[in-house]
């Protein structure tokens, strides 16, 4: 038997490789990151902000995050001179956000090194065309509010599942 046939991992529901896959890409975009002094989370607000400067209200609700998790982050990249904050001039209320030329260069930097790991992965697949667009599909499946089940089947959304997809301990 080869590999394919004794991996223990095809035996899994897809709802339990999806996060796995998840987890192991950002365990090494974190730890690449990490080697340029920045968490996923500062890179994903370098890259939002673009040649624009940002609310940082505004920059939380695009990154789908709560805006002291986002100030936290800001407050690393302002630290690192990676972006500057100044209030408004109409609202003072308002911090705004820019990148600055370091953050400009770093964000260049990476973006080159993900297209080259990219490419890698992505030529390992059969269609990386298709295998993007059903993860973008599962992410607006899974975006998109369901209404509350009426019904004894909404017992099976809440029941813990084992690996195997069968219902296991606990509900």
């Excluded at 990219?118 to 390992?124: C, K, S, Y």
């Excluded at 993860?135 to 509010?145: F, G, K, R």
Aim: charged share 25%; hydrophobic share 35%; net charge positive.
């Amino acid at each position: 038997m080869n590999r394919s046939q004794t991996d223990p991992l095809r035996a899994w529901p897809t709802w339990a490789l999806i996060p796995l896959a998840g987890r192991k890409a950002e365990q090494g975009w974190a730890a690449y990151l990490s080697g340029r002094g920045i968490t996923p989370a500062g890179y994903g607000i370098l890259v939002e902000l673009g040649s624009r400067q940002a609310c940082q209200a505004d920059l939380a609700a695009q990154r789908r995050v709560g805006p002291q998790s986002l100030g936290r982050t800001v407050d690393r990249l302002e630290r690192a001179g990676l972006v500057t904050r100044e209030r408004g001039h109409l609202d003072r209320r308002l911090l705004l956000v820019r990148r600055t030329e370091a953050g400009h260069r770093l964000v260049a930097d990476v973006a080159r090194r993900i297209s080259e790991s990219e490419g890698l992965l992505v030529e390992r697949l059969p269609d990386s065309r298709q295998f993007r667009a059903d993860l973008l599909a599962v992410i607006a499946i899974l975006e998109t509010p369901r209404p509350p089940a009426t019904d004894s089947s909404s017992r099976e959304v809440t029941t813990r599942r084992g690996r195997d997809g069968t219902p296991g301990a606990g509900g």
